[in-house]
């Protein structure tokens, strides 16, 4: 019954100690690494998406937005620093916070929020993948649903973007 008992221990303590060490974050990009370009003039953005005949990937993000943050650190930060996206995609980051504003495909200035409700984005972090007109080149990539397969998802996305992109199929 003692040995029991000092087993049972044993295995708690065990499960307590590995619930402990799962929740440690993993080596990361650090904040300044995770920074993207903030989408503020999506006029001169389609001017550089139609010269290099690259799509616009954008990420719909908030502040406080802890998968924005996921996202960002394990996707698209090592995305850009590898340089292996840099002259066939154009990576872009909209937060709808209250307050931030940005000027729309034809010009006109709007609220960031406004700007994603014209694609019915309501939930961050969604991927959006666009031409130099603002079209969705490909279907869109809404929250995280499996993180071990997320790179591959993001991966294949940009692929068909690149291939439906105006000129380049």
């Known amino acids: 019954m003692k040995l029991a008992i000092v087993q049972g221990t044993l295995l708690i303590m065990l499960a307590v100690a590995s619930c402990s060490v799962s929740t440690e974050q993993p080596e990361s990009l650090g904040d300044d690494q995770q920074k993207l370009v ?4 999506f006029s001169q953005d389609a001017m550089l998406s139609r ?3 690259m799509p616009i990937l954008l990420l719909v993000s908030q ?3 802890p998968f924005c943050a996921q996202i960002k650190r394990e996707i698209l930060g090592p ?3 590898s340089g ?3 002259d066939r995609l154009l990576i872009r980051e909209i937060y709808i916070d209250l307050g931030t504003r940005v000027r729309d495909f034809k010009g006109k200035l709007l609220d960031s929020s406004a700007f994603v409700l014209g694609y ?3 939930l961050t972090p969604t991927l959006l993948f666009l031409d130099a007109e603002g079209n969705e080149l490909t279907e869109r990539i809404v929250g995280i649903q499996t993180p071990e397969l997320f790179f591959f998802y993001v991966d294949r996305a940009v692929q068909e973007a690149i291939a ?3 000129g380049n199929g």
């Open 63 to 65: 502040h406080h937005c």
């Open 120 to 122: 019915k984005t309501y």
């Open 84 to 86: 292996e996206y840099k």
């Open 51 to 53: 010269q290099g005949r």
């Open 164 to 166: 439906a992109f105006p």
């Open 38 to 41: 903030e989408a503020t003039d």
């Open 79 to 81: 995305m850009v620093i």
